[in-house]
């Protein structure tokens, strides 16, 4: 197609700048007039907002979000899955990072999901079932997060999701399309709680009562975190994967016992004057999103703005590039080298953003070769939207970002006592070695599946914390975050507009632009550029908090029910754009 513009204007010499010299973290931060969270649904919120009033931490407001949302978000979130924990300590200007990601049973081999005629099962195949299920680590994440940065007794971060599951709360349209969509592989259980008798979502606005749950979240306050990884809890989680009757598990008591979460060493770098910090491997969303931004550095992305295609032609092109080196290189560091230093590294950042042109699109990308690469070959990952963000902050400045998952929609579609259960282990690369050399993210027994999740905090030229984001939305959770970063820090714009932006997404050779936004009109100019577009709808989702003028504002998704709540319980206003999970025009 033709350009919209003059190919002269549309195709301008990108200027070049250097980057600033980047502020620390400060020891102190000067207090927020009030705390902020910002989650996917406003009863989660108003759970860790409750925790403020209380005298809480922004680590408390975050557990309890967490909690809240297993209750009303069951399809993506809650204590059967993982995640991963970014957490800012204003007294001290350290970070906490911590790894909940699932791990795969001691039993678990390379060929863990092949079928007995020694064919490797589809992704589809494999996630319905026990054998999809990694040992759940997101009580022992928060558990940990607690005991190093909580204010209130660990029992009080339970009320809110208790009262939920006891006397109930509605349905929204979002839980009933997500039933009505993703739903058909729920175990007995799960139909009686969401399906009507004929098999259908319950309707919008259907009061929903869960008092399985309600009863093991009594437990889990009253006994604490080991009670459910050891015990006749854990007993049960492990029967029931084992004998689940598609795809059954080799999980053991020991599995679950000997569960821990682990603090990881923070994955951080410079952009323009800012400093960003998140989660490292087996996240791969640290590194993702620093080598996209640092990428990109060397382009004067201001000036250009948010309406130029040449803009969003040099993002596009910088996530190629990161997304090839992330899908060869990022696994679980316990397991594999992963060389987080040589991908980030100044000189390899700047061979891979040479590749990079404002006239023309790649013709081809490949994983580059960073220092201390060892030989492997590359494997796109299959990942699917099922996950859920929260941004946490209090009045004495400190900050937390967490992304919690249970991977696809309602998980391994098996569930225990009123609790879903993840199938974090088609994250894992399913056939473990091609054309002779082993895949980094091959399942292993023990090991901890790569994850996209990207839950990030942002330090101005100030040292002070900027910006506490995260997204869902399976591998788009990467391009998300960077997208909003950018448009923070280049385009000037609110957390919440930056969130609500379109994406432009470009894992591989295609580029998807998001369906009813902005993103639309560029198509034709995007593939001047030699861009192959498609245009699509987008299951995304973020959340959000800022700091502006010594204040913290929220922002959430527009394209979702999230919203921002103030510790007065004020709500922070958002315009509505669209339904499940796609933003139409506008």
Same mark, same amino acid.
């Given at each position: ?29 000067? !207090? ?7 989650? /996917? ?43 991963? +924990? ?18 795969? %049973? ?5 060929? +863990? ?75 007995? +259980?799960?139909?009686? &709680? ?24 009594? @437990? ?14 854990? !007993?049960?989680? *492990? ?25 990881? $060493? ?35 992305? $201001? ?8 803009? +969003?032609?040099?993002?596009?092109? /910088? ?54 690469? %060892? ?19 209090? $009045? ?15 998980? /391994? ?16 690369? =399913? ?37 506490? =984001? ?9 391009? !998300? *975050?960077? &997208?909003? *970063? ?12 930056? =969130? ?8 591989? @050779? ?36 800022? @700091? *502006? ?33 796609? @933003?139409?025009?506008?």
């Amino acid at each position: 197609m033709k350009c919209f513009l003059s190919c002269a204007a549309l195709l301008l010499a990108v200027p070049v700048v250097a980057s600033a010299q980047v502020a620390r973290p400060a020891p102190a931060a000067k !207090q927020a007039a009030q705390g902020m969270v910002s989650a /996917s649904d406003p009863r989660a919120a108003a759970a860790g907002v409750e925790m403020l009033r209380a005298g809480g931490s922004a680590t408390d407001a975050a557990i309890a979000t967490l909690l809240a949302l297993n209750v009303v978000e069951p399809q993506n979130s809650g204590i059967g899955g993982g995640g991963f +924990w970014v957490g800012h300590d204003a007294r001290t200007g350290k970070l906490l990072t911590i790894d909940g990601r699932e791990t795969a %049973p001691a039993a678990a081999d390379p060929r +863990w999901f092949y079928a007995p005629d020694g064919n490797p099962l589809s992704h589809s195949a494999a996630v319905p079932g026990g054998r999809s299920v990694g040992v759940p680590g997101n009580l022992r994440e928060w558990a940990m997060a607690h005991a190093r940065a909580g204010k209130l007794p660990w029992a009080k971060l339970f009320e809110p999701a208790i009262r939920l599951a006891r006397d109930g709360f509605r349905i929204t349209q979002r839980l009933n399309a997500g039933i009505d969509r993703f739903g058909s592989h729920i175990d007995a +259980w799960a139909r009686t &709680k969401y399906l009507t008798p004929d098999g259908k979502a319950l309707p919008v606005g259907t009061l929903l009562k869960n008092p399985e749950q309600a009863a093991l979240f009594e @437990r889990l306050a009253r006994l604490g975190p080991d009670s459910f990884y050891v015990g006749p809890d854990a !007993q049960k989680l *492990v029967t029931t994967v084992n004998t689940a009757a598609r795809n059954p598990s080799k999980m053991t008591a020991g599995d679950l016992a000997s569960y821990d979460a682990k603090e990881r $060493a923070p994955v951080c770098g410079s952009y323009r004057a800012y400093r960003i910090c998140g989660m490292g491997p087996p996240s791969s969303g640290g590194v993702a999103v620093l080598m996209i931004l640092k990428q990109l550095e060397r382009f004067d992305m $201001a000036k250009l703005g948010k309406d130029s295609p040449v803009a +969003w032609h040099l993002i596009a092109e /910088s996530q190629r590039l990161a997304y090839a080196d992330r899908d060869m290189y990022l696994a679980d560091p316990d397991h594999v080298t992963v060389p987080v230093k040589g991908l980030l590294d100044r000189t390899y950042i700047a061979a891979r953003s040479a590749l990079i042109s404002p006239d023309r699109t790649m013709a081809s990308v490949a994983p580059g070769t960073p220092a201390g690469a %060892p030989a492997r070959i590359r494997v796109q990952q299959s990942e699917v939207p099922g996950t859920t963000h929260v941004s946490a902050t209090d $009045a004495r400045g400190n900050a937390v970002s967490v992304t919690s998952t249970v991977e696809g929609y309602f998980g /391994s579609g098996l569930s225990v006592n009123g609790t879903m259960l993840n199938n974090e282990l088609t994250d894992f690369d =399913i056939v473990p070695e091609k054309n002779g050399h082993l895949v980094a993210n091959r399942v292993e027994g023990g090991k901890r599946p790569r994850s996209s999740m990207s839950p990030t905090i942002v330090y101005g030229p100030d040292g002070r914390v900027r910006l506490v =984001i995260g997204a869902a939305g399976g591998s788009t959770i990467i391009a !998300q *975050v960077a &997208k909003a *970063v950018i448009a923070v820090i280049d385009w000037r714009m609110t957390a919440q507009d930056a =969130i609500g932006l379109g994406l432009i997404y470009a894992p591989g @050779r295609i580029a998807t632009l998001e369906q009813g936004t902005q993103l639309d009109a560029m198509a034709p100019a995007l593939e001047a550029l030699g861009e192959p577009v498609k245009i699509a709808p987008m299951g995304l989702k973020a959340n959000a908090v800022e @700091r *502006v003028g010594g204040r913290w504002v929220g922002g959430a998704d527009p394209r979702s029910e999230g919203v921002a709540m103030r510790q007065d319980g004020t709500v922070v206003e958002i315009k509505r754009v669209g339904g499940f999970g796609t @933003r139409p025009p506008e």
